[in-house]
């Protein structure tokens, strides 16, 4: 009962009593504060408790019912609905952690312990961060600015950055002015921000299945309804899109459109213009998160749905993460004009403003640049571990019953496990010859689609990328074999919440 306790209910706020309950009770199962299984107070004593009516109570259980976040039994009580995570205790675990993984996975963290290969992260080495030039540039941005490089920078971001990207742009064909550019803490404060900013309780969005974890948990994080539409080879199914749009009206679609995060495809420019033509069509925005277009090793044609939105309908986010440096926290929006207000006091609400300091030294890389010639060398460094890891799959995974399409570019590479295999029993089998893979389930709404697994090269040298692939090839082919005998059907896994 302790816990609940900690409950403080506001009855000035403007929002139901039972929402606030609702919200508190859903985040202490979403943080594992109560655990699955566990019972939730009756209604009486809890209403006792925080001081309301038993109708509150009765209101907020309903919802945590309705939302899949608890169950009833008749007669026994409510108690918290088991995730997909506290049912794996019948994977044979042995003495791995694999509950505690995946459920860091969720959270998009994952242990790596020394002398593992890792396809498991798609965060690139630190070896290949210029911190040398950082350094420079740091060095002259204090000598000019002073202290003014520490104070609060504007909430929209250091003007001369934003005319700094608005010049980078033009070379990826996207024409807009300072105005509409948005500079965040990294693209994942950018789709919170964008989230933030459109989407009420219940709201839906259109997503592509599988997506990355990350935006499904800002989502889930607003209580929205969450619509995925499957992504095939040349980008998502368009006619799926189109009858989902039509049905849900959401408040945007998220999209990855150049090598998508966790597959690896890119949309064909047929689907990308298809895509503006709906977005005009049913009156909504498309959110593209271009977290990598910049890698694209043998695809003619990388371009951005904001290149081609004559509409303005496309609101486009920048992450630097996987080509810079990530713990510099660094991205930016290009968003439509009449959205400015909106998304301005979003991000103002989130953190005020990205940092300054960091926004002028990123301004000087691209003034003086050195940009391209970073940008450059990482093309190289991953073009190299891009065609190494093709060469490899192809020559060690040949013959194994696994499926993949190799993508034109980017980072991750995807697999699927022939039907019925359970990718995280997968995990397990490599964590055990220090090789780490990741499992697909994740990437999925509903979290219940195990098969698929993610291969990812940014963390891993071309050396080593030889010795994980022919390891993991052996993994698997043992794994097949081995739990033939206990397989079970698609039919016997249990929907998730
Ligand atoms: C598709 C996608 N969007 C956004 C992010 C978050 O990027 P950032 O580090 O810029 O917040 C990631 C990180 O992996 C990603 O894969």
Known sequence: MEIYKEIHLDKNSPQHLYMQLFYKIRQFIMDGQLKANEKLPPIRQ??????????????????????????????????VSPRKDDRLEDVVLEKYPLDEDIRLMDRGQIQIKENMISFASAT???????????????????????GDAFGYQESQGYYPLRESLVDYLKEINIETNSEN?????????????????FVDYKDTIIVESPTYTGAIGTFKSRGAKIVSVPILEDGIDIHLLEENIKKHHPKFVYLMPNFQNPTGYSYSKEKKLKIIELADKYNTFIVEDDYLSDLSFYNNDNATLKSLDENDRIIYIKSFSKIFMPGLRLGFLVIPKKIHHRILAAKHTSDISTSGLNQRVFDLYLRKGIWKKHIRY?????????????????????????SYILPKGGLNFWFSLPEGYDSNKLYVEGAKNNILILPGSIFFIS???????RLSIAAVYPKDIEIGIKGLSQVIKRFIKKDTKERKGPDSYTPLL
């Open 378 to 402: 990482m093309e190289k460094i991953y073009r190299e571990r891009f065609d190494v890891m093709k060469n490899c799959i192809e020559k060690y995974f040949k013959d194994i019953d696994i």
């Open 124 to 146: 690139p080495t630190s070896d290949l961060f210029p911190v040398d030039d950082f350094k420079i540039l740091l060095n002259e941005v204090l000598d000019r600015d002073k």
């Open 181 to 197: 550019v948005q500079i965040i803490s990294g693209a994942q404060q950018g789709i919170d921000v964008i989230a933030k900013a």
């Open 447 to 453: 979290q219940n689609e195990s098969r698929f697994f």
């Open 46 to 79: 809890l209403a006792n408790t925080l001081g309301v009516n038993t109708s509150t109570i009765v209101n907020a259980y309903g919802l945590l019912e309705k939302e899949g976040f608890v169950y009833k039994k008749i007669g026994s009580g409510t108690f």
